[in-house]
């Protein structure tokens, strides 16, 4: 339902803001007709619009391999994988469009640059181990991030990552299996995949966002409880669980600072190139401009069908009422 | 109609509501954009049903629903707030009656 008229007359702005406020310290849910300030719609829509948009660009870097997985077992599963991450992108739009915006605007400012996706879909996949390492970290990753934001403050937005968290956990085993199969293969291939995992890990890093004394947006998020974790202990989360993986698939992290310490119950780590992570945000990452031409060029070269699927139902309703 | 506006024609947006095995109710579990009724069932099944989630769906265009207000302390249901003696525990049964 797209009414957000949420305008009560009579009732002052303070009486409005309390209510939400008390909601918000119940753990209940806010729900899209509700009254909520401005800025936490501007922050939802934000959230969720960059959400959506990672899974939809996120079906590029994989999608480049379905032709090319050398099975029919594996290109079933790829393309499985990559038609879930539509499915994901399309959960969160139809969560993002309660908060008042449609589909149409959020597509334009995707490919107007107006709206951001995480930056890790802006690195290539190079070779098919690619393909495991992406389901292992990286969509890893995106479980330590969704999994706590299924009790995000919007109902829209929690019951969409439910729904995601859900599929996600099969996204992560098959690219596990993937790299614990070519890890049985040739030193050949075994080079693929530690090479792959090397190219990988910082980018995984980088997923969960700046440090949490340079994320500004954060207190307020974690205020109005539509962030559940900081970044910096999701990040340490998400370390402690990949170690014990990647000890037993016989792989390293390139990190010389990474090592356990008894004292925390946790791994100590080096940080990320936050230059890059900057640099790749701001637009410069290594495959930012191909992502983005491949969308816009999806969407235009799709404009026909939309218009002919239009016609087509304004004709039949015509024929009905005829 | 100008390129531009092509690029930008949107489909109306449908409700989607799902019912996940035989003797359950339909669920709310989302919205979608299609041209008509039948591409939104269609893609209802593609978005919302790949796993088995659903034996039955139905859409409905976004537009056709009426929603009461959002606000929990509506009139609308202020009048079911005093009526305690719909509830069964407003009768006070002796221990010794059984099954009751
Ligand atoms: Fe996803
Ligand atoms: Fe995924």
Redesign the pocket.
């Known amino acids: 339902m797209t009414d957000t008229t949420t305008a009560q007359s009579g009732t002052d702005e303070g009486d409005l803001l309390a209510g939400f406020e008390a909601t918000i310290a119940r753990n209940d849910r806010i729900e899209p007709r509700d009254w909520m300030p401005e800025g936490y719609r501007k922050t939802l829509v934000r959230q969720v619009a960059q959400h959506a948009h990672s899974?939809i660009i996120?079906m590029q870097p994989e999608g480049n391999w379905i032709g090319r997985a050398p099975s029919l077992r594996r290109k079933a599963i790829l393309l499985a994988k990559v038609q879930?991450?539509a499915g994901?992108g399309l959960y969160l739009y139809s969560a993002c469009e309660t908060l008042g915006v449609s589909r149409g605007q959020l597509t334009e400012m995707l490919i107007e640059g107006r709206q951001k996706y995480s930056s890790i879909f802006n690195y290539p996949t190079l070779s098919y181990a690619d393909v495991g390492t992406i389901g292992w970290l990286v969509?890893g990753a995106?479980i330590c991030n969704q999994v706590p934001l299924c009790r995000t403050s919007f109902g829209p937005y929690g019951r969409a990552m439910i729904r995601?968290c859900k599929e996600?956990s099969f996204?992560q085993r098959q690219g596990y299996e993937l790299l614990m199969t070519m890890m049985r293969g040739t030193d050949e291939q075994r080079a693929m995949v530690q090479e792959s995992v090397n190219r990988f890990w910082w980018p995984a890093l980088m997923m969960f966002g700046p440090p949490d004394d340079e994320s500004p947006n954060s207190a307020q998020s974690m205020a109005w409880g539509i962030k559940r974790n900081t970044n910096d202990d999701l990040r340490q989360r998400f370390v402690d669980m990949s170690v014990p993986q990647a000890e037993a698939l016989g792989v390293t992290f390139p990190d010389p600072d990474l090592r356990w310490n008894e004292e925390r119950q946790a791994h100590d780590f080096g940080q990320p190139d936050w230059d890059e992570f900057m640099q790749v945000v701001k637009g410069n990452g290594p495959c930012n401009t191909q992502r983005i031409a491949h969308r816009r060029a999806a969407h235009e070269d799709g404009a026909w069908v939309r218009e002919a699927a239009t016609a087509y139902a304004a004709s039949s309703a015509a024929e009905v009422s005829a | 109609m100008s390129a531009d506006e092509r690029v930008r024609a949107e489909w109306p947006l449908y409700e989607v509501f799902v019912r996940g095995k035989r003797g359950l109710n339909h669920v709310h579990v989302g919205s979608l954009h299609a041209a008509d009724d039948e591409m939104a069932l269609r893609h209802a099944r593609d978005v919302y049903t790949r796993r088995n989630e659903g034996v039955s769906i139905w859409v409905v265009k976004s537009t056709d629903i009426a929603a009461s207000s959002p606000d929990e302390k509506d009139p609308l249901f202020a009048p079911s707030g005093d009526k305690v003696y719909r509830h069964p525990t407003f009768y006070e049964i002796p221990d010794n009656v059984p099954h009751m």
């Open positions: 899974e996120g879930d991450e994901h969509d995106a995601i996600e996204h």
